[in-house]
């Protein structure tokens, strides 16, 4: 078992940048995928980017490609997510989840085992 913990989040203006970081506990984090989801108010959860155990394939949502991007630093059990060029449509809470059976991840959010308490990014126009 793997424990999960945002942070990170915060408010921002359009146009700038955050970084979202995710720390593990528990189990080696290295067995594990890793997937950053996000929910906004009023909408179902959503797919943001995955990587894999060993950090080197990487899978974004369409709506994040070329502004976000997602890495791992295993020796330190940490995930990260640099989010540039934010818009008010970013703005949602932001969930680290950890996938235990594929070594490359999935968009799936029913497919990940583990989920952190997530951390809340506000975007102002």
């Known amino acids: 078992q793997v424990q999960l913990v945002e942070s990170g989040g915060g408010l921002v203006q359009a146009g700038g940048s955050l970084r979202l970081s995710c720390a593990a506990s528990?189990?080696?984090?290295?067995?594990?995928?890793t997937g950053w989801f996000r929910q906004a108010p009023g909408k179902e959860r959503e797919f943001v980017v995955a990587?894999?155990?060993?950090?080197?394939?990487?899978s974004y949502a369409d709506s994040v490609k070329g502004r976000f991007t997602i890495s791992r630093d295993n020796a330190k059990n940490t995930v990260y997510l640099q989010m540039n060029s934010l818009s008010p449509e970013d703005t949602a809470i932001y969930y680290c989840?950890?996938?235990?059976?594929?070594?490359?991840?999935?968009?799936?959010?029913?497919?990940?085992?583990?989920w952190g308490q997530g951390t809340q990014v506000t975007v102002s126009a």
């Open positions: 528990g189990r080696t984090f290295s067995m594990y995928a």
């Open positions: 990587i894999s155990r060993g950090g080197g394939i990487t």
């Open positions: 989840a950890a996938h235990a059976t594929s070594y490359s991840g999935s968009s799936r959010a029913d497919e990940y085992e583990y």
